[in-house]
């Protein structure tokens, strides 16, 4: 099943795309791994979109991207980027435990 994005109108259409493909590329298969010992080095929860967001974890800029949006257009990047996270390999997803731990 893909993600389904919910039915609310993004408002700033560029900066939603351009966050949108910056999540696409650290899940990509061959990146995925790399962005995940990123996260962990970074000691960061997996799940705390905006603490990655804040240190630059996921690209430089997307901090300035993500601050731009609305709140119902972050919302949406989230749910996007959260949905992506739950679908990394059970195997990726044993190794880096750590950071998939709620506590």
Do not use: C
Request: proline share 2%; hydrophobic share 40%.
């Amino acid at each position: 099943m893909g993600f389904e994005q919910a039915a609310i109108k993004v408002e700033k259409e560029k900066e939603f795309e351009e966050l949108k493909a910056a999540i696409e590329r650290v899940f990509h298969p061959q990146a995925v791994e790399m962005f995940l010992k990123k996260v962990q080095g970074k000691r960061i929860r997996i799940r705390d979109f905006d603490a990655l967001v804040q240190r630059g974890v996921l690209n430089r800029g997307t901090q300035e991207l993500y601050q731009a949006l609305s709140v119902s257009d972050q919302a949406q990047v989230r749910e996007l980027y959260l949905f992506r996270v739950e679908e990394v390999e059970p195997r990726l997803r044993t190794k880096f435990h750590k950071i998939y731990q709620y506590y």
